[in-house]
C-alpha cells in the first residue's frame, strides 16, 4: 500500500515464438535440458511481480504502452555467473507483444551503458519475437559475466504500437525511454524521458559461476517488501540489504522481491495486483533454485476497506491466518521453507485506527506463536520504537508512519537470521 504522494526487424516463425514461450510450461523432465545454461542450471538473479496497467497516483507509461519506443531498464542482480538470460511478460495484455529486438549490457551513469558492453539478445535464434497475449517468454542465453551486486541494463525496442503495458508499479528505480530505435546505443542521450516503474521485463537469470543450489530466497509482499518509501535508484530495499549482507558473509545468494506495493492476500486490488493466494504460484512457484520465501503481507488486506472510494471488502484476522496457510501449503508443496514475518507498525499513519491496531496485534501473536511457519521474523520489533511500540521509530520511519525508509529497510534485512535462510 502507498500513499497519493508517492506519487521489443526480424519476422519471427510461429515455431520460434512457441519454442521461447513455452520454456516455463515443460513437463519437469522435459524442462532440465531447457534450463541448462552454461556451467549449471539457470537461476534468478533479479525478478519483480507483474501488474496490469494502472496509474492509481501519478501518469506512468502502462496505461498508453509503447510505439517505435526504446526502453532502458536498470537492475540489480543479486547473484553472478557467466551467461544471462532475461525474461518478458505481456501476462496483462490483451494483443500480442512483438518485442523488434532486445539487448543486456553493463550500466553506465542514468541511461548509458559501458561502452562495448551491449550483447544482442535473439529468442529462439531469432532477433524479435512475439509474446502472446497473458505470455510469458526468456530470451536464449548470452555469454555474460556478471558479479553479485553488479547492475546491468537490458533495452526494449517496440517497433510497432503495443497497447497498454504489463508493467511493476513502484520500481524506485528509474527507467529510460527514447524515440526511435536506441537499443545499441551506448549513450544515454537519446533517453529523454524517464519513469519510476518496469515495464515488461519480468526476470534476469544467470547460470555458471557456482554450482547451482537450491538456495534462492523469494521475499513476498506488498509495498514494505516492494521497497516503498526507500530512495529511489539506491538498491535499499530490505531484500536489496538482504542480498548485501549475505555477499558481505561471503556467501552471495538470489534474493528475488516479489511485493507489490498494495497488495492484498485475500482480495485483488485493480492497481495493486492479484491477490496473494492466486498470484504466489505464479511469481514464486515458478522461480528456478528457490529453497526459502519469506512472508510478509496483510496490512492491506485490514486497511483496504477503509479508502474513501476503490476500496476492498473487510477482512477479518481469521481470513487473514487462512490466507498465510494457503501461501504456505503452496510452498511446501514444492518443498519451499517459509519464513513469516509480523507486519510493522502503522501509528500515526493513514491505517491507524483501533481496529486495525487491534487486528494487526491479533495477527502477529499468531505469526509469534502458531508454528506454521518454519521460521519467523519479527519486522515489527525490528522498526518499533521502544517507547511507543506502535510506532515505527522515527529514525527509520520514511515519513508516512507506515512504510520504512533505507534505514528501517536496513534494520528488517538485519532482523532475518542468515542461518534461518
Same mark, same amino acid.
Given at each position: 500500500?502507498?500513499?497519493?504522494?508517492?506519487?521489443?526487424?526480424?519476422?519471427?516463425?510461429?515455431?520460434?515464438?512457441?519454442?521461447?514461450?513455452?520454456?516455463?510450461?515443460?513437463?519437469?523432465?522435459?524442462?532440465?535440458?531447457?534450463?541448462?545454461?552454461?556451467?549449471?542450471?539457470?537461476?534468478?538473479?533479479?525478478?519483480?511481480?507483474?501488474?496490469? %496497467?494502472?496509474?492509481?497516483?501519478? %501518469?506512468?507509461?502502462?496505461?498508453?504502452?509503447?510505439?517505435?519506443?526504446?526502453?532502458?531498464?536498470?537492475?540489480?542482480?543479486?547473484?553472478?555467473?557467466?551467461?544471462?538470460?532475461?525474461?518478458?511478460?505481456?501476462?496483462?495484455?490483451?494483443?500480442?507483444?512483438?518485442?523488434?529486438?532486445?539487448?543486456?549490457?553493463?550500466?553506465?551513469?542514468?541511461?548509458?551503458?559501458?561502452?562495448?558492453?551491449?550483447?544482442?539478445?535473439?529468442?529462439?535464434?531469432?532477433?524479435?519475437?512475439?509474446? %502472446?497475449?497473458?505470455?510469458?517468454?526468456?530470451?536464449?542465453?548470452?555469454?555474460?559475466?556478471?558479479?553479485?551486486?553488479?547492475?546491468?541494463?537490458?533495452?526494449?525496442?517496440?517497433?510497432?504500437?503495443?497497447?497498454?503495458?504489463?508493467f511493476h508499479h513502484f520500481a524506485g528505480a528509474t527507467s529510460y525511454r527514447?524515440?526511435?530505435?536506441?537499443?545499441?546505443?551506448?549513450?544515454?542521450? &537519446?533517453?529523454?524521458?524517464?519513469?519510476?516503474?518496469?515495464?515488461?521485463?519480468?526476470?534476469?537469470?544467470?547460470?555458471?559461476?557456482?554450482?547451482?543450489?537450491?538456495?534462492?530466497?523469494?521475499?513476498?509482499?506488498?509495498?514494505?517488501?516492494?521497497?516503498?518509501?526507500?530512495?529511489?535508484? &539506491?538498491?535499499?530495499?530490505?531484500?536489496?540489504?538482504?542480498?548485501?549482507?549475505?555477499?558481505?558473509?561471503?556467501? %552471495?545468494?538470489?534474493?528475488?522481491?516479489?511485493?507489490?506495493?498494495?497488495?492484498?492476500?485475500?482480495?485483488?486490488?485493480?492497481?495493486?495486483?492479484?491477490?496473494?493466494?492466486?498470484?504466489?504460484?505464479?511469481?514464486?512457484?515458478?522461480?528456478?533454485?528457490?529453497?526459502?520465501?519469506?512472508?510478509?503481507?496483510?496490512?492491506?488486506?485490514?486497511?483496504?476497506?477503509?479508502?474513501?472510494?476503490?476500496?476492498?471488502?473487510?477482512?477479518?484476522?481469521?481470513?487473514?491466518?487462512?490466507?498465510?496457510?494457503?501461501?504456505?501449503?503452496?510452498?511446501?508443496?514444492?518443498?519451499?521453507?517459509?519464513?513469516?514475518?509480523?507486519?510493522?507498525?502503522?501509528?500515526?499513519?493513514?491505517?491507524?485506527?483501533? &481496529?486495525?491496531?487491534?487486528?494487526?496485534?491479533?495477527?502477529?501473536?499468531?505469526?509469534?506463536?502458531?508454528? &506454521?511457519?518454519?521460521?519467523?521474523?519479527?519486522?515489527?520489533?525490528?522498526?518499533?520504537?521502544?517507547?511507543?511500540?506502535?510506532?515505527?521509530?522515527?529514525?527509520?520511519?520514511?515519513?508516512?508512519?507506515?512504510?520504512?525508509?533505507?534505514?528501517?529497510?536496513?534494520?528488517?534485512?538485519?532482523?532475518?537470521?542468515?542461518?534461518?535462510?
Open positions: 500500500m502507498t500513499t497519493s504522494n508517492l506519487t521489443k526487424s526480424l519476422r519471427l516463425t510461429t515455431v520460434a515464438v512457441v519454442s521461447a514461450a513455452v520454456l516455463t510450461a515443460l513437463p519437469s523432465g522435459a524442462a532440465v535440458a531447457a534450463e541448462q545454461g552454461h556451467g549449471g542450471a539457470w537461476r534468478g538473479a533479479w525478478a519483480t511481480s507483474v501488474q496490469q %496497467p494502472a496509474a492509481p497516483f501519478a %501518469p506512468n507509461w502502462s496505461t498508453d504502452g509503447f510505439s517505435d519506443h526504446t526502453v532502458r531498464q536498470v537492475v540489480r542482480v543479486t547473484t553472478g555467473g557467466t551467461k544471462a538470460r532475461i525474461e518478458l511478460s505481456n501476462r496483462y495484455g490483451t494483443t500480442p507483444l512483438k518485442i523488434t529486438g532486445a539487448t543486456v549490457a553493463r550500466t553506465a551513469e542514468g541511461g548509458a551503458v559501458q561502452a562495448g558492453s551491449a550483447r544482442q539478445l535473439s529468442f529462439g535464434g531469432a532477433r524479435s519475437v512475439t509474446v %502472446p497475449a497473458g505470455g510469458t517468454i526468456f530470451s536464449d542465453g548470452v555469454p555474460f559475466t556478471v558479479e553479485a551486486l553488479e547492475s546491468v541494463t537490458v533495452t526494449l525496442y517496440l517497433a510497432e504500437q503495443t497497447g497498454p503495458a504489463t527514447a524515440k526511435g530505435d536506441h537499443r545499441s546505443d551506448d549513450s544515454g542521450s &537519446a533517453f529523454t524521458e524517464t519513469s519510476t516503474s518496469w515495464y515488461y521485463l519480468s526476470g534476469v537469470e544467470v547460470s555458471g559461476g557456482q554450482a547451482p543450489r537450491r538456495n534462492g530466497i523469494v521475499t513476498f509482499g506488498d509495498s514494505i517488501t516492494d521497497g516503498v518509501g526507500g530512495t529511489n535508484d &539506491a538498491d535499499n530495499r530490505y531484500p536489496d540489504e538482504l542480498a548485501e549482507r549475505l555477499a558481505a558473509a561471503g556467501k %552471495p545468494r538470489s534474493v528475488l522481491n516479489h511485493g507489490i506495493g498494495g497488495n492484498q492476500v485475500t482480495n485483488d486490488w485493480e492497481w495493486a495486483g492479484e491477490k496473494a493466494v492466486a498470484r504466489f504460484k505464479k511469481d514464486v512457484l515458478t522461480e528456478r533454485g528457490v529453497g526459502t520465501v519469506v512472508l510478509l503481507e496483510g496490512i492491506n488486506d485490514f486497511g483496504g476497506s477503509t479508502f474513501p472510494s476503490g476500496g476492498t471488502p473487510e477482512v477479518s484476522v481469521d481470513e487473514l491466518i487462512q490466507g498465510h496457510r494457503s501461501l504456505i501449503r503452496q510452498a511446501h508443496a514444492k518443498g519451499i521453507k517459509v519464513i513469516g514475518a509480523t507486519l510493522t507498525p502503522v501509528k500515526g499513519s493513514f491505517y491507524d485506527t483501533p &481496529a486495525i491496531e487491534a487486528k494487526r496485534d491479533a495477527f502477529n501473536a499468531w505469526v509469534r506463536t502458531s508454528g &506454521a511457519y518454519d521460521a519467523v521474523v519479527d519486522f515489527d520489533r525490528a522498526v518499533a520504537d521502544p517507547a511507543d511500540p506502535d510506532r515505527i521509530l522515527p529514525a527509520y520511519d520514511s515519513g508516512d508512519h507506515l512504510h520504512p525508509g533505507d534505514a528501517g529497510y536496513k534494520a528488517m534485512a538485519e532482523a532475518l537470521d542468515i542461518d534461518a535462510l
